[in-house]
């Protein structure tokens, strides 16, 4: 079954701060994904990546950054924590979706990371 | 761009009945896919159900089925005889088929199933 394991479940860090939210999943997944959740938006992608060392936007990237530098670890990184990245950080990975025989693949989720700036 | 539009922010329904919760969509890709995922209050987001736009029947997973009209781009998703568990947020989203594929969520439908 898959797997995705996000570091923490519950973050509390200070304005100013850089903070590491960490994602692995265990699936040989090409995929991954970070986004953030808050109440009436749904989610929002903050960044993805398709291999190793790339990394592309996604539609709120503003305020973070990403590192993927081994297929199965996928981290955010917010350089200076702010109280409106108060939010819940969802990690995903899925297969890559051009190959045919996985167009029906989903996203499979971590349990998410509940960061609070104050 | 894709948009993903839930309508409904909140819906009741009675133990063992069906329910019916909205999704449209745009897009002007020819070739994408349509997901419904589950998340309970305890957070995790679960897969329920997939549809392709090639799709000429409507995909049905256990007591989840999706009502597809790709011409009015609506794909709703239905739960027949529903349960205390099924109580949760729903939402819809959209995937290009692109090598990542980067999937387009609406703002979800809180479903309560009442006893």
């Known amino acids: 079954d898959v797997k995705v394991t996000q570091s923490s479940r519950y973050l509390v860090k200070r304005t100013g701060e850089k903070v590491f939210l960490e994602c692995v999943q265990d699936?040989?997944?090409?995929?991954m994904f970070w986004y953030r959740q808050d109440p009436g938006l749904g989610l929002r992608l903050i960044y993805f990546?398709?291999?190793?060392?790339?990394?592309e936007k996604g539609d709120i990237p503003e305020g973070y950054s990403v590192s993927r530098e081994k297929k199965e670890r996928f981290s955010l990184i917010l350089e200076s924590a702010s109280t409106n990245q108060t939010s819940m950080y969802l990690c995903?990975?899925?297969?890559?979706?051009?190959?045919?025989?996985?167009?029906?693949?989903?996203?499979?989720f971590g349990n998410g990371t509940r960061l609070t700036v104050t | 761009a894709q948009k993903i539009t839930q309508t409904q922010p909140g819906m009741f329904v009675q133990e063992k009945e069906a329910v019916t919760l909205d999704c449209t969509y745009d897009?002007?890709?020819?070739?994408?896919?349509l997901f419904w995922y589950k998340q309970p209050s305890s957070g995790e987001m679960i897969f329920l159900i997939y549809?392709?736009?090639?799709?000429?029947q409507n995909a049905t997973e256990g007591r989840y089925s999706l009502n597809f009209q790709k011409a009015r781009k609506s794909a709703n998703l239905v739960i027949s005889a529903s349960q205390l568990g099924d109580s949760a947020m729903y939402f819809c989203?959209?995937?290009?088929?692109?090598?990542?594929?980067?999937?387009?969520f609406g703002d979800g439908t809180t479903l309560t199933v009442k006893p």
């Open positions: 995903a990975s899925s297969f890559l979706t051009s190959d045919t025989r996985r167009l029906n693949s989903p996203l499979h």
């Open positions: 699936m040989d997944h090409e995929n």
């Open positions: 990546s398709y291999d190793v060392k790339m990394k």
């Open positions: 897009t002007s890709d020819q070739s994408y896919g």
């Open positions: 549809q392709g736009s090639y799709d000429e």
């Open positions: 989203a959209m995937r290009d088929n692109t090598n990542a594929g980067k999937s387009t």
